[in-house]
C-alpha cells in the first residue's frame, strides 16, 4: 500500500534584493522571509543565476531556516532552476534537503506584483 507523501505549501514575502554582476550574466539574491506549513516562520535567501544579460532561464539556490513553533530550528538548502513564465513572474523548481533528513520537490512562483514567493513542497518518495 502506497504511503501519502507530504506537502507543504509556503508563502513568503521579500525583503530585499542584491544584484551581483557576472561576467557575462549576473545573480539576484532575494531575502524572503514568511511561513511554511508544519515549519512556522521561515527565512532566506533565494539567489538566480543568468549566464547571459537577457536570460529568460538559469540555475537556483536556496538556503533557509524554519523556526518551529516549539523552539526548534531546521536549516534547508536547494538546487534547482527558474524560467520566466509571465509578465514579471519567474517559475522556481528545485530539489530541496532539509536538516531533518527530509527531501522534497518544490515549485513555486516569483511574482513583482506584490514581491511574493508561493509554491508547494512534495516529499520525494
Known amino acids: 500500500m502506497a504511503t501519502a ?9 521579500s525583503t530585499s534584493v542584491t544584484y551581483m554582476e557576472i561576467p557575462g550574466g549576473g545573480i539576484n539574491h532575494i531575502n524572503l522571509e514568511g511561513t511554511a506549513t508544519g515549519f512556522g516562520t521561515v527565512l532566506g535567501t533565494l539567489s538566480l543565476y543568468a549566464d547571459s544579460h537577457g536570460a529568460k532561464a538559469g540555475r537556483t539556490k536556496w538556503i533557509g531556516t524554519a523556526y518551529l513553533d516549539n523552539g526548534e530550528q531546521v536549516r534547508s538548502t536547494s538546487e ?4 520566466e513564465s509571465g509578465k514579471h513572474k519567474w517559475r522556481v523548481r528545485g530539489t530541496l534537503c532539509n536538516s531533518l ?5 518544490s515549485d513555486g512562483v516569483i511574482s513583482l506584483d506584490g514581491r511574493t514567493y508561493k509554491g508547494t513542497l512534495t516529499e520525494s518518495a
Open 5 to 13: 507523501k507530504k506537502s507543504v505549501n509556503f508563502a513568503f514575502k
Open 80 to 83: 534547482g532552476f527558474w524560467q
Open 101 to 105: 533528513g527530509d527531501v522534497y520537490q
